[in-house]
Protein backbone atom coordinates (compact mmCIF):
# COMPACT_ATOMS: atom_id res chain seq x y z
CA UNK A 1 0.00 0.00 0.00
CA UNK A 2 1.57 3.24 -0.98
CA UNK A 3 0.09 6.93 0.62
CA UNK A 4 -0.72 9.58 -2.03
CA UNK A 5 2.22 11.84 -3.49
CA UNK A 6 1.49 15.34 -3.59
CA UNK A 7 2.68 17.87 -6.24
CA UNK A 8 3.65 21.72 -4.16
CA UNK A 9 2.46 24.32 -6.30
CA UNK A 10 4.47 27.12 -4.64
CA UNK A 11 7.15 27.29 -6.33
CA UNK A 12 8.53 26.55 -10.13
CA UNK A 13 10.21 23.52 -8.81
CA UNK A 14 6.71 22.06 -8.25
CA UNK A 15 8.53 19.11 -6.20
CA UNK A 16 6.43 15.98 -5.95
CA UNK A 17 7.01 14.02 -2.78
CA UNK A 18 6.19 10.29 -2.17
CA UNK A 19 4.94 9.66 1.68
CA UNK A 20 7.16 11.65 4.60
CA UNK A 21 9.28 13.17 1.66
CA UNK A 22 10.21 16.87 1.85
CA UNK A 23 10.26 19.85 -0.54
CA UNK A 24 13.43 21.21 -1.83
CA UNK A 25 13.03 23.90 0.83
CA UNK A 26 13.22 21.59 3.55
CA UNK A 27 9.84 22.89 5.14
CA UNK A 28 7.06 21.31 3.29
CA UNK A 29 6.36 17.56 4.14
CA UNK A 30 4.00 15.34 2.59
CA UNK A 31 2.33 13.10 5.33
CA UNK A 32 -0.36 10.43 4.01
CA UNK A 33 -0.96 12.62 1.12
CA UNK A 34 -1.39 16.34 2.44
CA UNK A 35 1.57 18.92 2.40
CA UNK A 36 2.30 20.40 5.39
CA UNK A 37 4.00 22.98 6.49
CA UNK A 38 7.07 22.75 9.45
CA UNK A 39 7.61 26.67 10.12
CA UNK A 40 4.09 28.14 10.11
CA UNK A 41 4.71 30.37 13.38
CA UNK A 42 8.13 29.49 14.29
CA UNK A 43 10.73 31.88 13.57
CA UNK A 44 14.36 31.48 14.02
CA UNK A 45 15.09 35.39 13.19
CA UNK A 46 13.27 38.19 14.65
CA UNK A 47 15.06 41.78 15.03
CA UNK A 48 14.00 45.63 14.90
CA UNK A 49 15.85 46.98 11.73
CA UNK A 50 15.83 50.20 9.58
CA UNK A 51 14.00 49.63 6.60
CA UNK A 52 16.90 50.73 4.65
CA UNK A 53 18.56 47.14 5.38
CA UNK A 54 15.96 45.38 3.65
CA UNK A 55 17.10 47.64 1.75
CA UNK A 56 14.11 49.69 1.09
CA UNK A 57 15.53 53.66 0.55
CA UNK A 58 11.96 54.87 -1.19
CA UNK A 59 9.81 53.21 1.64
CA UNK A 60 8.93 55.21 4.61
CA UNK A 61 12.58 56.08 5.61
CA UNK A 62 14.21 56.14 8.65
CA UNK A 63 11.20 53.96 10.18
CA UNK A 64 11.99 50.85 12.14
CA UNK A 65 10.42 47.45 10.70
CA UNK A 66 9.97 44.03 12.67
CA UNK A 67 11.55 41.72 10.41
CA UNK A 68 11.24 37.80 10.93
CA UNK A 69 12.84 34.68 8.48
CA UNK A 70 12.01 30.75 8.94
CA UNK A 71 14.89 28.24 8.45
CA UNK A 72 14.35 26.73 4.59
CA UNK A 73 15.22 28.27 0.99
CA UNK A 74 14.15 27.41 -2.29
CA UNK A 75 17.30 28.24 -4.33
CA UNK A 76 20.61 27.18 -3.37
CA UNK A 77 22.91 30.46 -4.21
CA UNK A 78 26.71 29.10 -3.46
CA UNK A 79 27.22 32.67 -2.39
CA UNK A 80 24.12 32.81 0.11
CA UNK A 81 24.17 36.04 2.38
CA UNK A 82 22.57 33.69 5.39
CA UNK A 83 23.36 30.25 4.46
CA UNK A 84 23.59 29.22 8.10
CA UNK A 85 19.59 29.72 8.11
CA UNK A 86 18.52 29.42 4.19
CA UNK A 87 20.61 26.31 3.86
CA UNK A 88 19.61 24.22 7.39
CA UNK A 89 16.53 22.23 8.25
CA UNK A 90 14.06 23.98 10.21
CA UNK A 91 14.53 21.42 13.01
CA UNK A 92 18.26 22.24 13.92
CA UNK A 93 17.63 26.02 13.78
CA UNK A 94 17.13 27.86 17.13
CA UNK A 95 13.18 28.57 16.45
CA UNK A 96 10.80 30.32 18.84
CA UNK A 97 7.33 30.10 19.08
CA UNK A 98 5.58 33.17 17.75
CA UNK A 99 2.01 33.23 16.26
CA UNK A 100 0.99 35.77 13.48
CA UNK A 101 -1.13 37.50 16.37
CA UNK A 102 2.47 37.82 18.21
CA UNK A 103 4.58 39.25 15.35
CA UNK A 104 2.02 42.03 14.88
CA UNK A 105 1.81 43.02 18.83
CA UNK A 106 5.69 42.19 19.12
CA UNK A 107 6.28 44.79 16.26
CA UNK A 108 3.22 47.40 18.07
CA UNK A 109 5.41 46.56 21.18
CA UNK A 110 8.87 47.71 19.62
CA UNK A 111 7.33 50.59 17.59
CA UNK A 112 7.71 49.58 14.29
CA UNK A 113 4.97 50.83 11.63
CA UNK A 114 5.94 47.63 8.87
CA UNK A 115 6.17 44.37 9.28
CA UNK A 116 8.96 42.81 7.08
CA UNK A 117 9.25 38.69 6.26
CA UNK A 118 13.01 38.57 5.03
CA UNK A 119 16.87 36.95 5.69
CA UNK A 120 15.92 33.52 4.35
CA UNK A 121 12.87 33.36 1.82
CA UNK A 122 9.22 34.09 2.57
CA UNK A 123 8.22 32.24 -0.05
CA UNK A 124 8.98 28.95 1.64
CA UNK A 125 6.98 29.91 5.32
CA UNK A 126 4.15 30.91 2.51
CA UNK A 127 1.16 30.48 5.05
CA UNK A 128 3.14 32.13 7.95
CA UNK A 129 3.86 35.27 5.56
CA UNK A 130 0.12 35.45 4.57
CA UNK A 131 -1.49 35.46 8.15
CA UNK A 132 1.18 37.73 9.74
CA UNK A 133 0.18 39.86 6.81
CA UNK A 134 -3.25 40.10 6.98
CA UNK A 135 -3.45 40.56 10.50
CA UNK A 136 -0.70 43.56 10.53
CA UNK A 137 -2.38 45.09 8.12
CA UNK A 138 -5.31 45.03 10.08
CA UNK A 139 -3.65 46.78 12.77
CA UNK A 140 -2.26 49.46 10.16
CA UNK A 141 1.07 47.82 9.47
CA UNK A 142 2.64 48.02 6.28
CA UNK A 143 4.59 44.36 4.65
CA UNK A 144 7.35 44.17 3.33
CA UNK A 145 8.73 41.32 1.38
CA UNK A 146 12.13 41.11 0.91
CA UNK A 147 12.36 37.97 -1.55
CA UNK A 148 14.15 35.72 -4.53
CA UNK A 149 11.20 36.21 -6.42
CA UNK A 150 10.95 32.07 -7.45
CA UNK A 151 7.21 31.86 -6.42
CA UNK A 152 4.49 30.42 -8.93
CA UNK A 153 1.89 33.48 -10.39
CA UNK A 154 -0.97 32.12 -8.82
CA UNK A 155 0.41 32.48 -4.83
CA UNK A 156 2.50 35.38 -5.56
CA UNK A 157 -0.82 37.48 -6.59
CA UNK A 158 -2.74 36.19 -3.34
CA UNK A 159 0.38 37.39 -1.40
CA UNK A 160 0.56 40.84 -3.10
CA UNK A 161 -2.91 41.39 -2.05
CA UNK A 162 -2.05 41.88 1.60
CA UNK A 163 1.69 43.26 1.16
CA UNK A 164 3.13 46.70 0.38
CA UNK A 165 6.15 46.48 -0.59
CA UNK A 166 9.05 44.04 -1.88
CA UNK A 167 12.64 44.31 -2.51
CA UNK A 168 13.58 41.03 -5.04
CA UNK A 169 16.68 40.14 -5.43
CA UNK A 170 17.54 39.91 -9.12
CA UNK A 171 20.73 37.42 -9.46
CA UNK A 172 21.39 37.75 -13.00
CA UNK A 173 19.24 38.22 -16.66
CA UNK A 174 21.30 35.02 -17.32
CA UNK A 175 19.46 31.79 -16.68
CA UNK A 176 22.47 30.03 -16.85
CA UNK A 177 23.85 31.83 -14.02
CA UNK A 178 20.62 30.78 -12.20
CA UNK A 179 21.01 27.30 -13.23
CA UNK A 180 24.49 26.95 -12.21
CA UNK A 181 24.83 29.28 -9.22
CA UNK A 182 21.44 28.83 -7.58
CA UNK A 183 19.89 25.73 -8.35
CA UNK A 184 17.37 27.75 -10.31
CA UNK A 185 15.73 29.19 -13.50
CA UNK A 186 15.33 32.87 -14.55
CA UNK A 187 12.22 33.11 -16.14
CA UNK A 188 9.74 32.99 -13.27
CA UNK A 189 12.05 35.37 -11.16
CA UNK A 190 10.63 37.98 -14.23
CA UNK A 191 7.59 36.54 -14.05
CA UNK A 192 7.27 37.09 -10.75
CA UNK A 193 8.59 41.06 -10.70
CA UNK A 194 6.21 41.79 -13.45
CA UNK A 195 3.33 40.43 -11.17
CA UNK A 196 4.87 42.92 -7.87
CA UNK A 197 4.41 45.46 -10.97
CA UNK A 198 0.89 44.63 -11.92
CA UNK A 199 -0.01 44.77 -8.23
CA UNK A 200 0.70 48.08 -7.94
CA UNK A 201 3.28 47.31 -4.49
CA UNK A 202 6.36 49.49 -4.25
CA UNK A 203 8.79 47.68 -5.78
CA UNK A 204 12.85 48.08 -5.45
CA UNK A 205 15.52 45.38 -6.77
CA UNK A 206 18.74 44.30 -5.64
CA UNK A 207 21.43 42.88 -7.56
CA UNK A 208 24.50 41.41 -5.49
CA UNK A 209 27.46 41.81 -7.69
CA UNK A 210 29.73 38.58 -7.71
CA UNK A 211 33.32 39.28 -8.81
CA UNK A 212 34.24 36.83 -11.81
CA UNK A 213 29.98 35.70 -12.10
CA UNK A 214 27.92 38.82 -12.81
CA UNK A 215 30.05 41.50 -12.83
CA UNK A 216 30.69 42.20 -16.38
CA UNK A 217 29.96 45.71 -17.65
CA UNK A 218 27.77 43.74 -20.66
CA UNK A 219 25.68 41.42 -18.31
CA UNK A 220 25.04 44.57 -15.85
CA UNK A 221 23.70 46.55 -19.16
CA UNK A 222 21.56 43.82 -20.14
CA UNK A 223 19.53 43.50 -16.50
CA UNK A 224 19.51 47.24 -16.05
CA UNK A 225 17.79 47.83 -19.38
CA UNK A 226 15.34 44.76 -18.52
CA UNK A 227 14.53 46.69 -15.35
CA UNK A 228 14.09 49.65 -17.33
CA UNK A 229 12.04 48.40 -19.98
CA UNK A 230 9.41 46.35 -17.84
CA UNK A 231 9.30 48.11 -14.24
CA UNK A 232 10.27 51.54 -15.14
CA UNK A 233 13.17 53.84 -14.92
CA UNK A 234 11.94 55.04 -11.53
CA UNK A 235 12.40 51.54 -10.08
CA UNK A 236 15.39 52.13 -7.58
CA UNK A 237 18.74 49.40 -8.13
CA UNK A 238 20.59 48.19 -5.37
CA UNK A 239 24.00 46.94 -6.14
CA UNK A 240 25.47 45.04 -3.39
CA UNK A 241 28.32 44.20 -2.38
CA UNK A 242 29.51 40.48 -1.90
CA UNK A 243 31.12 39.44 0.95
CA UNK A 244 33.05 36.12 0.73
CA UNK A 245 30.46 33.57 2.18
CA UNK A 246 28.99 29.55 1.71
CA UNK A 247 30.78 27.82 -0.76
CA UNK A 248 32.15 30.76 -2.81
CA UNK A 249 34.27 31.80 0.40
CA UNK A 250 37.46 31.60 -2.09
CA UNK A 251 36.37 34.74 -4.11
CA UNK A 252 37.55 38.24 -3.11
CA UNK A 253 35.00 41.15 -2.26
CA UNK A 254 33.09 43.41 -4.55
CA UNK A 255 35.57 45.55 -5.40
CA UNK A 256 33.87 49.28 -4.64
CA UNK A 257 35.03 50.39 -8.31
CA UNK A 258 32.42 47.53 -9.76
CA UNK A 259 29.81 48.72 -7.71
CA UNK A 260 30.40 52.41 -9.00
CA UNK A 261 30.38 51.15 -12.83
CA UNK A 262 27.34 49.36 -12.18
CA UNK A 263 25.37 52.51 -11.12
CA UNK A 264 27.36 54.60 -13.73
CA UNK A 265 25.67 51.96 -16.09
CA UNK A 266 22.54 52.21 -14.59
CA UNK A 267 22.29 56.03 -14.46
CA UNK A 268 23.77 55.98 -17.94
CA UNK A 269 21.13 53.59 -19.02
CA UNK A 270 17.99 56.11 -17.47
CA UNK A 271 17.29 54.67 -14.07
CA UNK A 272 16.97 57.59 -11.64
CA UNK A 273 17.73 55.90 -8.54
CA UNK A 274 20.60 52.99 -8.85
CA UNK A 275 22.18 52.96 -5.28
CA UNK A 276 25.76 51.24 -4.25
CA UNK A 277 24.92 48.72 -1.11
CA UNK A 278 26.98 47.30 1.62
CA UNK A 279 29.70 50.55 1.28
CA UNK A 280 28.85 52.76 4.34
CA UNK A 281 29.86 56.23 3.15
CA UNK A 282 30.07 55.71 -0.64
CA UNK A 283 27.87 58.88 -2.89
CA UNK A 284 26.12 55.76 -4.05
CA UNK A 285 23.94 55.48 -0.92
CA UNK A 286 22.24 59.45 -1.17
CA UNK A 287 19.05 59.49 -3.03
CA UNK A 288 19.74 62.44 -6.08
CA UNK A 289 16.23 64.46 -7.34
CA UNK A 290 15.91 63.62 -10.42
CA UNK A 291 15.46 67.28 -11.26
CA UNK A 292 17.98 69.17 -9.82
CA UNK A 293 20.56 66.30 -8.68
CA UNK A 294 20.60 67.49 -5.00
CA UNK A 295 20.98 65.19 -2.47
CA UNK A 296 17.51 64.48 -1.00
CA UNK A 297 17.80 61.67 1.20
CA UNK A 298 21.92 61.50 2.00
CA UNK A 299 23.00 58.49 4.10
CA UNK A 300 25.83 56.73 5.73
CA UNK A 301 25.13 52.64 5.22
CA UNK A 302 21.29 52.78 6.77
CA UNK A 303 21.62 56.04 8.46
CA UNK A 304 19.59 59.17 7.05
CA UNK A 305 21.98 62.35 7.88
CA UNK A 306 20.27 64.60 5.90
CA UNK A 307 16.06 65.02 4.52
CA UNK A 308 15.81 67.12 1.97
CA UNK A 309 11.91 66.36 0.92
CA UNK A 310 8.53 67.96 1.25
CA UNK A 311 6.03 65.23 1.17
CA UNK A 312 7.42 63.72 -2.16
CA UNK A 313 8.94 66.70 -3.47
CA UNK A 314 12.59 68.01 -3.56
CA UNK A 315 12.43 70.62 -1.23
CA UNK A 316 14.56 72.39 -4.03
CA UNK A 317 13.19 72.43 -7.34
CA UNK A 318 9.88 70.65 -6.20
CA UNK A 319 10.71 67.70 -8.85
CA UNK A 320 8.86 64.71 -7.33
CA UNK A 321 10.52 61.67 -5.68
CA UNK A 322 9.54 58.21 -6.36
CA UNK A 323 8.26 56.13 -3.27
CA UNK A 324 5.75 56.14 0.07
CA UNK A 325 8.05 58.44 1.69
CA UNK A 326 7.26 59.49 5.62
CA UNK A 327 6.15 63.06 6.85
CA UNK A 328 9.26 65.26 6.89
CA UNK A 329 11.39 64.09 9.92
CA UNK A 330 13.15 67.28 10.27
CA UNK A 331 16.75 68.59 8.89
CA UNK A 332 19.20 65.80 10.37
CA UNK A 333 18.75 62.77 12.07
CA UNK A 334 20.46 59.59 13.21
CA UNK A 335 18.60 56.76 12.75
CA UNK A 336 19.84 53.54 14.89
CA UNK B 1 10.95 -45.26 -33.88
CA UNK B 2 11.34 -42.46 -34.90
CA UNK B 3 7.87 -41.35 -34.52
CA UNK B 4 8.34 -42.06 -30.78
CA UNK B 5 11.42 -39.85 -30.70
CA UNK B 6 10.06 -37.09 -32.73
CA UNK B 7 6.88 -36.97 -29.77
CA UNK B 8 9.21 -37.08 -26.96
CA UNK B 9 11.15 -34.22 -28.80
CA UNK B 10 8.18 -31.77 -28.75
CA UNK B 11 7.18 -33.29 -24.89
CA UNK B 12 10.21 -32.36 -23.57
CA UNK B 13 10.58 -28.81 -25.76
CA UNK B 14 6.98 -27.92 -24.60
CA UNK B 15 8.43 -28.95 -20.60
CA UNK B 16 11.80 -27.10 -21.25
CA UNK B 17 9.81 -23.52 -22.96
CA UNK B 18 7.10 -24.31 -19.51
CA UNK B 19 10.19 -24.42 -16.94
CA UNK B 20 11.50 -21.34 -18.54
CA UNK B 21 8.62 -19.31 -18.51
CA UNK B 22 8.27 -20.36 -15.21
CA UNK B 23 11.12 -19.12 -14.05
CA UNK B 24 11.27 -15.25 -15.82
CA UNK B 25 7.79 -15.34 -13.91
CA UNK B 26 9.46 -16.29 -10.82
CA UNK B 27 12.04 -13.78 -11.31
CA UNK B 28 10.03 -10.67 -12.46
CA UNK B 29 8.04 -11.39 -9.21
CA UNK B 30 10.84 -11.45 -7.26
CA UNK B 31 11.97 -7.97 -8.73
CA UNK B 32 8.75 -6.36 -8.28
CA UNK B 33 8.21 -7.46 -4.62
CA UNK B 34 12.19 -6.50 -4.12
CA UNK B 35 11.62 -3.07 -5.67
CA UNK B 36 8.42 -2.89 -3.62
CA UNK B 37 10.10 -3.71 -0.45
CA UNK B 38 13.07 -1.01 -1.36
CA UNK B 39 10.29 1.60 -1.67
CA UNK B 40 8.14 0.37 1.69
CA UNK B 41 11.88 0.73 3.37
CA UNK B 42 12.95 3.99 2.33
CA UNK B 43 9.17 5.68 3.67
CA UNK B 44 9.54 3.86 6.84
CA UNK B 45 13.16 5.90 6.76
CA UNK B 46 11.54 9.01 6.00
CA UNK B 47 8.99 8.42 8.33
CA UNK B 48 11.76 7.41 11.07
CA UNK B 49 13.45 10.92 10.13
CA UNK B 50 10.05 13.01 10.23
CA UNK B 51 8.92 11.92 13.65
CA UNK B 52 12.60 12.07 14.94
CA UNK B 53 12.38 15.92 13.41
CA UNK B 54 8.90 16.51 15.03
CA UNK B 55 9.86 14.87 18.63
CA UNK B 56 12.39 17.87 19.04
CA UNK B 57 9.69 20.43 19.39
CA UNK B 58 10.82 23.25 17.20
CA UNK B 59 8.81 22.39 14.19
CA UNK B 60 4.59 23.06 13.37
CA UNK B 61 2.34 20.69 11.88
CA UNK B 62 -0.23 22.92 10.01
CA UNK B 63 -1.77 22.30 6.36
CA UNK B 64 -0.15 23.69 3.50
CA UNK B 65 -1.72 26.00 0.45
CA UNK B 66 -1.18 25.30 -2.64
CA UNK B 67 -0.85 21.71 -3.60
CA UNK B 68 -2.22 18.66 -5.04
CA UNK B 69 -2.52 15.01 -4.89
CA UNK B 70 -1.53 12.96 -7.25
CA UNK B 71 -3.15 10.16 -8.57
CA UNK B 72 -1.37 6.53 -7.60
CA UNK B 73 0.18 4.85 -10.46
CA UNK B 74 -1.48 2.29 -11.78
CA UNK B 75 -1.42 -1.05 -9.71
CA UNK B 76 -0.79 1.34 -6.64
CA UNK B 77 -3.69 1.37 -3.95
CA UNK B 78 -3.97 4.91 -2.10
CA UNK B 79 -3.90 4.40 1.79
Not at chain 1, 43 to 53: F, G, I, L, Y
Not at chain 1, 188 to 209: H, S, Y
Amino acid sequence: MTALAVECELCPRRCILANYQRGDCRVRVNVDGTLYTLVYGKPCATHVDPVEKKPLFHFLPGTPIYSIATAGCNLHCKYCQNWEISQTDPEDARNVDLEPARVVAEAQRTGCISLAYTYSEPIIFYEYTLEASRLGRARGLKNVLVTAGYIEPAPLRELCKVSDAANVDLKSLSDEFYREICGGRLEPVLKALTIFREEGLWLEVTNLIVPELNDAPSSITKLVRWVRDNLGAETPMHFSRFYPMYKLANLPPTPVATLTMARNIALEEGMKYPYVGNVPGHPGNNTYCPGCGQAVVERHGYAILAYRLDGNKCNKCGATVAGLWAPPPGDVRWVF
Amino acid sequence: MKKKLKKTNVALTLVVAACLALAVYVGVQGIVAARGGADAADEAARKKAFEKAMAGGRLSFEEAKYWRQLEPAEGEEPR
